[in-house]
């Protein structure tokens, strides 16, 4: 996960592939694509900016960025989505499911508790390696006798 130190909001570190599903899944990536192609062949760069955040993908991340400061609240999110994307009802209320689960679950405790949140995250990494090292039977000690290994003989 990502801090931006700022705000103290923290962003799951495969944002930009989750997205890229969530354009994927609602038959957005064609457009997403074009735009791009669109926005490389531009060489004004007013028209780049604005051919960049008609990009779904921008869309998508500036409304995401927009609930996790607290400025937009998940029910307006839905009807920006409809209005932004041009989503029929239904899809707007799946692909909020779909941002639900996959990303805004992420700011719910950090809304709360910003700097409890982050410890969280960082004992949960240290029991998971501690977990993992266990599992590979790595030892502390270098001097220790290693079992896969064919012993020397000092006396040869």
Not at 44 to 67: C, G
Not at 84 to 106: N, P, Q, T, Y
Not at 128 to 154: G, H, T
């Amino acid at each position: 996960m990502t801090k931006n130190s700022s705000k103290q909001i923290i962003f799951p570190e495969n944002i930009g592939l989750v997205i890229d599903g969530i354009l994927e899944k609602y038959e957005l990536k064609k457009i997403q694509e074009q735009g791009i192609k669109n926005f490389l062949k531009s060489k004004n760069s007013k028209e780049r900016e604005k051919i960049f955040e008609n990009l779904p993908a921008s869309k998508i991340s500036k409304l995401v960025a927009e609930y996790a400061e607290n400025k937009t609240p998940l029910s307006k999110i839905k009807i920006l989505l409809k209005k932004e994307l041009g989503l029929s009802r239904e899809k707007s209320e799946e692909m909020i499911k779909d941002l639900a689960v996959k990303i805004f679950v992420f700011f719910e405790p950090v809304k709360k508790n910003p700097k409890t949140f982050s410890e969280k995250i960082e004992k949960a990494k240290e029991k998971y390696y501690r977990k993992e090292k266990a599992s590979l039977n790595i030892s502390k000690n270098p001097q220790e006798r290693d079992v896969y290994r064919e012993p020397f003989d000092e006396k040869e």
